[in-house]
């Protein structure tokens, strides 16, 4: 079944632990991205990767970083969690051919930092 | 830089009668145009887009909107609601040949018995 998938779906800890967000995609996609969700706010763009080793900034990416070692692979990292990161976040993917293509998303993280 | 606005945060509507959200768009350029819905604890649908051509769209579940270019507008509709139709929903812009979606506030539907 093609999917986005995301671990953990449910985390709480503590400020300043570093925690690490995974996101999957079999699908082959070149295009991956991060968004959180607050209310009031909608989803914003966290960070996004075009394809492998290439990760940019999306519209909040203080306190977040990326990595994109493989195509699949899309790790959410939070060096040093503050409790004003806590929220859903969702992980997308979509392939990047240039036309238009369907984002997918995943289920969602919901992450609570005391 | 494209923006969305959704004009109202919660929306409570009686089973079985008609309902209208409201989207509103900002772009400099020619864009795409969706709509999302979010279950209760669920994820992201695709409920309809507007890529090109008519500009009335039909969605899954009932749902279809207008694309009013002059208006930029793209309004969510349907007909009667059901209990089931109960969710968050999105609206979304993005620029053609980018890979970026913008989405707006979100609109809480409520149906009541």
């Known amino acids: 079944e093609a999917q986005v998938t995301q671990n953990p779906r449910y985390l709480i800890t503590v400020t300043g632990k570093k925690l690490t967000v995974t996101c999957s995609q079999n699908m082959n996609h070149e295009y991956m991205s991060w968004y959180r969700q607050d209310p009031g706010l909608g989803l914003r763009q966290i960070y996004y990767?075009?394809?492998?080793?290439?990760?940019d900034k999306g519209d909040v990416p203080e306190g977040y970083k990326v990595s994109r070692k493989e195509k699949r692979n899309f790790p959410l990292i939070l060096e040093s969690p503050s409790p004003n990161q806590t929220s859903l976040y969702f992980c997308?993917?979509?392939?990047?051919?240039?036309?238009?293509?369907?984002?997918?998303f995943g289920p969602g993280t919901r992450l609570t930092v005391l | 830089a494209q923006s969305v606005t959704q004009l109202d945060s919660q929306v409570p509507v009686f089973e079985e009668a008609p309902v209208e959200l409201r989207c509103n768009y900002s772009?400099?350029?020619?864009?795409?145009l969706f709509w999302y819905v979010q279950y209760p604890n669920q994820g992201l649908q695709l409920l309809l887009k507007y890529l090109s051509g008519s500009t009335l769209v039909k969605g899954i579940n009932g749902f279809e909107a207008e694309f009013n270019k002059s208006q930029t507008s793209f309004h969510l509709r349907k007909p009667s609601v059901h209990i089931s139709d109960t969710a968050e929903y999105f609206c979304?812009?993005?620029?053609?040949?980018?890979?970026?979606?913008?989405f707006g506030q979100g609109t809480r539907l409520t149906i009541n018995p």
């Open positions: 979304a812009v993005s620029d053609r040949g980018a890979q970026k979606l913008v």
């Open positions: 997308a993917s979509k392939l990047a051919d240039g036309g238009y293509n369907e984002q997918f």
């Open positions: 772009s400099s350029v020619s864009v795409y």
């Open positions: 990767s075009m394809n492998v080793e290439v990760t």
